[in-house]
């Protein structure tokens, strides 16, 4: 914290607790009484049942966060891989070739989810890539969404590489694809472990989009989580959504995990 005097500080902290506490932790802790409360009574929920949580932990809620595991599980690791790979050839292209391929990637964020979704229903509704109905189609549209993100890091991680462990490889006989697996990608697994995290964190919450194409099999949890506020059941849906963020938090905190064990080797 770039403040010196103690006055200062403490201005700066209560600056902070004033816009944090209002924007950010209050709406969180009040869907989190909500996921406990039996009513609505003036500005917060009141009551406490865990009832809710019975309904949020089984039979079509509990199906519908397995999709979304699945869904952003898939979502990450395709996206890690795509923009790896286009984050590793942009390198090799030099500057020109690098912005186009940075503009082609920021594209979909550049645009509302939901005109994503409407492309990817388009795109993938006649054969031969007939996906629309599938649950292919939803992880498509996830792994569009997020491997920008996954793009963005690997290429900003590869600008802070140190070229002389690859100089150093070759100089000693290794073949180039030798010196990506053994040399380049494990440098590279603090920064691929953070773009997996934040692209399954992501593709956990994507609703605009999902809304659009998901069959009625292969329903993930946020879209639950709207139709439970929309017929009114809002502290269920509070309860759905709890468990959202709790089981997204723990994979997180996995994929910490293991950045912090990569950065360590």
Known sequence: MLVHSRGAKWAVWALFLLLFLPLFALPLLVILGASFAT???????????????????????LQALTTSLLTAAGASLLALATGTWAALTAQALGRRGR???DALFVLPLAVPSVVVGLAVLVAFS???????????????????????FAHQSVSAALTRLDPAYEQAAASLGARPSYVLWRVKLPLLLPSLSAAAGLCFALS??????????????????????????????????????VVLMTATLLVL??????????SYR
């Open 253 to 262: 905190f996995a994929v910490s995990r293991v950045r912090t064990k990569a």
């Open 204 to 241: 956990m919450g994507e609703l605009s989009a999902t809304m659009m194409l998901y069959p009625p099999d292969w329903t993930p949890l946020p879209v639950l989580i709207y139709a439970a506020t929309d017929r009114g059941a809002l502290f269920t849906g509070s309860a759905v959504a």
């Open 126 to 148: 006649q054969p031969p890539m007939l996906l629309n109905g599938t649950r292919w189609i939803v992880i498509v549209a996830h792994t569009v969404l997020v491997t920008a």
């Open 39 to 61: 009513n609505w009574s003036s500005v917060l929920p009141s009551g406490f049942t865990t009832e809710h949580y019975s309904a949020a932990t089984r039979g079509e809620a």
């Open 99 to 101: 912005r186009v391929l």
